[in-house]
């Protein structure tokens, strides 16, 4: 059982360019979503997906496109990279209930020059 | 808003000895949950505890445990016997039932010194 798979592990990008993390998840988890890491700032919600076909903002949405075109997949999209992108990113996948466990991927380190 | 603050950005323990961890949080809501996660150098994820906001005993799991104080807003974490494995970041979060967003704190980064 894979869990949650994010790729890259490392990127690194000049400004302007586009790229896409990838997120796939074999637990059948209805939710997932990404995060972004940056120091001081804790975890902070960019996207996030209740179900195939549904996405919806998260706290920090600019710059970023995501979709949900299956259950297991869930990519983020950087449309034109900048330096203000620089981050550590998170996809993490739960069930849809209570208090269900959040499972996270091991994250994608971005640089944008 | 809902947030939650962790007022630490560092601490450090002797190993062996105990360490506790401070979190507040805000909202409006009476259920949620609480979580605890540990971050080590790996960079991975790990889920330390979680608390139900409607159970008043207050959650363990092994040398981890929390007070729970909700009428104050507070959620720290002790650790007992730390242990050098025990070194990480630890991120506070807060999650209202029925809502899937889950509100991380900033992090504190938890030192062992042998």
């Known amino acids: 059982n894979a869990g949650v798979t994010q790729t890259p592990k490392f990127q690194v990008l000049k400004t302007g360019q586009s790229m896409t993390l990838q997120c796939a998840q074999d637990?059948?988890?209805?939710?997932m979503s990404w995060y972004r890491q940056d120091p001081g700032m804790g975890l902070r919600l960019i996207h996030y997906?209740?179900?195939?076909?549904?996405?919806d903002q998260g706290e920090v949405p600019n710059g970023y496109n995501v979709s949900r075109s299956t259950t297991e997949d869930f990519p983020l999209r950087l449309l034109s990279a900048a330096p203000s992108q620089t981050s550590v990113y998170f996809c993490?996948?739960?069930?849809?209930?209570?208090?269900?466990?959040?499972?996270f991927g091991s994250g994608t380190q971005l640089s944008v020059l | 808003a809902q947030t939650v603050t962790q007022s630490q950005p560092e601490m450090s323990v002797q190993e062996a000895e105990t360490v506790t961890l401070s979190c507040t949080y805000d909202t409006s809501e009476s259920d949620y949950y609480l979580f605890w996660y540990k971050q080590p150098p790996s960079r991975q994820m790990i889920l330390v505890i979680r608390?139900?906001?409607?159970?008043?005993q207050n959650a363990t799991e092994n040398r981890f445990s929390v007070n729970f104080q909700k009428a104050a807003k507070s959620f720290s974490l002790k650790i007992s016997d730390s242990q050098l494995g025990d070194a990480a970041m630890y991120f506070c979060?807060?999650?209202?039932?029925?809502?899937?967003?889950?509100?991380f704190g900033q992090g504190t980064r938890l030192t062992i010194n042998p």
């Open positions: 637990m059948n988890h209805e939710y």
């Open positions: 979060a807060y999650k209202p039932r029925g809502a899937q967003k889950l509100v």
């Open positions: 997906s209740v179900g195939a076909g549904i996405t």
């Open positions: 993490a996948s739960s069930y849809i209930g209570g208090g269900e466990k959040l499972f």
């Open positions: 608390q139900e906001a409607y159970k008043q």
